[in-house]
């Protein structure tokens, strides 16, 4: 695994879609999304994430992880909210790099005047749900049996951080 500290954190350029497809491809399945994957091509994925809207972490030319958040939100109100979504390379979990890029991630919500980040997580993904709890994100509410995955009902968690 590559050093932490030849990891950059950027937002993403045209060289990195073909990667960030990839590890979305790569990781998004019935025990962590309730959905099928939204993007099937390249070009579908580069229309829902144009250049420059994720913050990515790579090693080298490498991409290893993505944070991508909705910064028009519906409603003029919900202006100081960000709801994120993370994906991270199988290669990269568990090695340190979604700290640096969520540390990164809230200082860029805070430059930008944003007082809370949520997200969701379903509860068969127990390692993002410990991931998010470390970072300093609170269990909001459950959806109990919010999903029928894979012969079950899943539980889906709303969590959600402040930061001021």
């Not at 590559?2 to 990195?16: M, V």
């Not at 909705?70 to 290669?91: E, H, K, M, Q």
Request: charged share 15%; net charge negative.
């Amino acid at each position: 695994m590559t050093k932490l500290s030849e990891i950059e954190i950027r937002y993403s350029t045209e060289a990195d879609l073909p990667g960030l497809f990839a590890i979305d491809q790569q990781i998004w399945n019935s025990k962590n999304s309730p959905g099928p994957i939204l993007a099937q091509t390249l070009t579908a994925y580069a229309t829902n994430y144009p250049v420059g809207s994720q913050l990515v972490a790579v090693a080298g030319t490498q991409v290893l992880e993505m944070i991508s958040w909705n910064p028009l939100p519906p409603f003029v109100s919900a202006r100081f909210t960000w709801d994120i979504g993370i994906g991270v390379a199988t290669a990269a979990q568990h090695q340190g790099v979604g700290q640096q890029l969520m540390r990164r991630l809230k200082l860029e919500a805070q430059q930008r005047g944003i007082h809370r980040i949520e997200l969701n997580v379903l509860s068969t993904n127990p390692a993002a749900r410990q991931f998010y709890a470390q970072q300093g994100f609170q269990v909001e509410g459950v959806s109990r049996g919010a999903f029928y995955l894979d012969g079950q009902f899943v539980d889906d968690y709303s969590l959600a951080i402040l930061l001021d």
